[in-house]
Structure formats: structure tokens, C-alpha cells
């Protein structure tokens, strides 16, 4: 069953014309809490009540601490009877309230509490009471006075009404839960359907950074333009190249890759532009360069930072022109070929250090693509490790394993220098490691991993000090990354959390964690927003 979300009731016109006949009728204001008995959907700063009583003494902690244990305690209660709701004297005001459980299918998710009035009678014994309570927790004699005036005697007929309209609060609140429940629901099969619809070729995963990529795939897909990858070791960058070309209009010719790094010059000349024969010691036949072989297709140039500046002269040339010439002839070639070019370089930086030719450059980044590394999209890699455990079963023909949550932990603390490259090689090692274990235990894990997690248990906690410094410390921390990790999204961490989106806000505010301050490059003017 999923968090009801508190924030959402007190804009429900039908529950704010319920809570206005309440207060209109009987002066009886309304508040949600949790299944703990925590207020929701409470902010002491913003909320008027029509009782100044109510709002003087839900405004002390303290006060607040006592209504949840007296709505805990009745909860309790009428679990062992069969009365649908509570009315009863909360003792620490000498008020009665009411307390009416929000029940769905069957769970206890909170509860409406309907406060103050009287149920037997405003005697001069109750209002004495009520006074010295109020007066104890440092109430003026006037909202003492206006609280007194407010609170109303609620006969057997007017609580009858009252009791009927109070349940139809819970009863909008469970609707309303039930009705967005069905919506998030269904918004999550569509992110599914979406995620499939744009699932290119072999890449796998559902995170914002990842949808984000497939939604530029399909934007250039019937493009003809020169494409630079960017990103680091591991991350697939051919596999998106591999995607590029078979959802072109060039699908049906070949697709051509080349590692620029793994020859020299001259062997890299020959691998791509093709040789003569007799042009060089070995040349015992003419041989098509891979430009030739990738004509009407696609010619992937994988790690083309580690380029010579002789070789970028010569790839130039075939960008600009679409002409070469095979080493040992005199006669050009022309040939029609789309370039992808990958890189785990900053281009730009070489730009800058004469290292890498500047008209070259801007002439392969025309799209720019960057893959995100697997640490800015760690929500994957449940899906990547399941898709990599069931390939490593296959491959070994042995019985599927999955992986415990404990294992999943340390897999999330890791920071994947190899990327999902390194995440493969590892999924492919516990499988040969868990013998006929069907679960992947922690202990199975690389020991660089263990360590890791240990490591980010650990890394910054405090050990000295006061604790409540060291649990803002630790709240800000959870805070900063989850805001990360789910690329800001606030409802979505809120929720993970267990607190309000307003909570959340309001905790990204105290901490300075707004993504403008924190995104914002070294030594520029600070900023403000939310």
C-alpha cells in the first residue's frame, strides 16, 4: 500500500466544504495524522483554525507529542471493539474531540481528528478545566477567553450530524488516496510503455538521464548528421552507436567500427583508408580501407581523441569532402558515409591545448550526445544486474540467481569506476562464484565493493558532538544525494523519504540545497529559488 499524501487534502473542494460546515456549524476545526498519530498536512506558520485555542496549542511540541499518543492509544481501542470511530476527552486540554480512523483495504493509514467541543455539557467544571490547561501551557487570558467561545456542547442530535459528516472526511480522504494511487499506477504503465518504446537495440535503463538519451535517439534518427559520443570507460558508448545506425534510414547498410587508439599511424591509415599493393613491406595484395567497406553505411571512429594530428588532417578531409586516398595510390576516392565518433576525452580541452584540431572538432560535434556515467543513474542498476545475472545463468546453462537486498546495498554505495562494463564483470563473477546458491549474498561480492560500502557507512559520520548536529548533518546528506539521484525530483524523494513535498521543500531551503546553489560553478553570485 502506498503513502497517502497528506499534502493533496487541503485543496479537495469537497473536503474543504466539509471542514467549512465543521467549523461554520460548530466551531470545530480538523487535522490529519499518520498512522503513528503525527499531524499532517500541518504548518503551524500558514494554518488558521477557527478555534484560536486549537491553533495555540497545536503550535506547542509538546502538545503535539500528546496527541499522538492519545490517538495511538485510541486506535488501539477501538481495534478491540467494534465502534468505527472515537469520541473522547483529550485530557490534556479538557477538551473532547473525535478521532475517526482512515481505514484502505483493511490497513489503518491514519486518522481525521475533529477538535475541541463538549459532549456532555459547556459546565463551569469543563470550562475551568479547559482554562487551567490552556493557562498551564502559557495561553493569554484573551485566546483563553476566545477559545471558551468558541468551544460548543454538542447535544445527542448535533452529534449525530457532526459524526456523520467527520466519517465523510475520512471517507474523501480514502477515495481520494484510492484515486491517485490508480493514477500513479497508471502513469507508471506508461513510463513503462515509454521506456519500451524507447529502448534502442541492447541499452537498458529506465532512469530520467537514460529516458532523456532515448528521447534525443529518436529525435536524430532520421537525421544524416555527424555524431559525437561523449562519456566515460564502460558507459556504451558503441552500443548507442550500434543504435544510431539501425534506426537510420542507412539500417541496411554496414556498420563499420574502428578503435583509433589500438594502431599507429601508419597501420590506422591503411585499416582506414585501404593500401596498394606493394605500397609497404607486406602489401602483397590491394586491400579496401574501412571507409569503402562503410560506404552508403555507417563508420563508428571509437576513442578518436588519441588521434595523430597527421590523422585528423587526413579525417578532416573525409568529413569535409568525402574523399581519400588509399596509401600508395594517386587516385582519390569518393564515398558517402555517415560519422560517429566516441570519446572518454574532453575535445574541447585538447581544442584549447593545441592537441586536437579545432576545425575537426566542430566538425564531428555537430550532435553531441553524452552518456551518463552508471553513479548519475543508480536507480538502473537493479535492472542492469538482473539483465546481466539472467545472461550469465544463460551462458553457464545453470539455474537463475538473484540478488538479496543487502547485496543490492552494496551495489548502490559503489561508485562503478568501470561503469556498467565493470557491473557485467562482476554480475558474470558471482554467478561462477554462487556454486548452487540460488541468492547473491553480499560476502559474494568483489571485495572492493564491501569495502566501499563500509567505507560510505562510515565516511563523514560524526562520532563526537551533539547528536542533534549529527543527525542534521546525516538528514542533509540523505538529502543532497537522493535530490541527485532523482534528478531533483522532489515528489518522488519525498515520498522515498517518508516526509511531505512541502517538508522536503522546506528542508532543501534550510540546508541551502537548491539545485542552482549547488549545480552553480566556483565563484559566481550566489542565488536564490526553489
Known sequence: ???????????????????????????????????????KGFDGSKATYTNPGVGFVFGKEAA???????????????RMSDNKFAIKKWDMTGWDIGVFPIMIENDFMGTVVAVPFFRDSNSPVRLAEVRDRLAAFGATAETIDKALGKTKYLDESDRTHFCEIVSLVAEEVVTLHLEIT???????????????????DN?????????????LLDKIKTADSTVLINGDNGTGKELIAKAIHYNSVRKDKAFVIQNCSAFNDNLLESELFGHMKGSFTGAVKD?????????????????????SPQMQVKLLRVLQEGTFTPVGSTEMRKVDVRIVAATNKNLKEMVEQGTF????????????????????????????????????????????????????EKLYD??????????????ERVVVLAGD?????????????????????????????KLKDALEELERDMIREGLRRTGWNKSKLAKELGISRAGLIMKVEKYGLDKRKITRPPGTGSQTGT
Open 287 to 307: 586491400k579496401k580501407g574501412l571507409f569503402e567497406i562503410a560506404d552508403k553505411g555507417t563508420f563508428f571512429l571509437d576513442e578518436i581523441g588519441d588521434t
Open 1 to 39: 500500500m502506498s503513502m497517502i499524501n497528506w499534502d493533496e487534502f487541503e485543496h479537495i473542494h469537497v473536503i474543504k466544504r466539509l471542514r467549512h460546515i465543521l467549523s461554520s456549524w460548530w466551531s470545530v476545526d480538523v487535522v490529519f495524522t499518520d498512522e503513528r498519530g503525527q499531524l
Open 414 to 427: 559503489y561508485a562503478f569506476p568501470g561503469n556498467v562494463r565493470e557491473l557485467q564483470n562482476e554480475m
Open 64 to 78: 503535539q507529542q500528546n496527541l499522538a499518543e492519545f490517538v495511538m492509544k485510541t486506535i488501539d481501542d477501538l
Open 357 to 408: 584540431r579545432e576545425d575537426l572538432y566542430y566538425r564531428l560535434n555537430v550532435i553531441n550526445i553524452r552518456v551518463p556515467p552508471l553513479r548519475e543513474r543508480k536507480e538502473d542498476i537493479p535492472l542492469l544486474a538482473e539483465f546481466f545475472l539472467q545472461k550469465a545463468c544463460e551462458v553457464q546453462n545453470r539455474t537463475r540467481v538473484t540478488l538479496t537486498k543487502r547485496a543490492l
Open 203 to 215: 541499452m537498458i535503463g529506465k532512469s530520467k538521464p537514460m529516458q532523456s538519451l532515448y528521447a
Open 437 to 465: 546458491e540460488t541468492k547473491i549474498l553480499p560476502e559474494m561480492l568483489s571485495p572492493k565493493m564491501l569495502e566501499a560500502g563500509e567505507k560510505a557507512k562510515v565516511q563523514g559520520a560524526r562520532l563526537h558532538g
Open 182 to 200: 490508480r493514477r500513479e499506477d497508471r502513469i507508471r504503465e506508461l513510463n513503462k510503455e515509454l521506456g519500451s518504446r524507447y529502448k534502442y
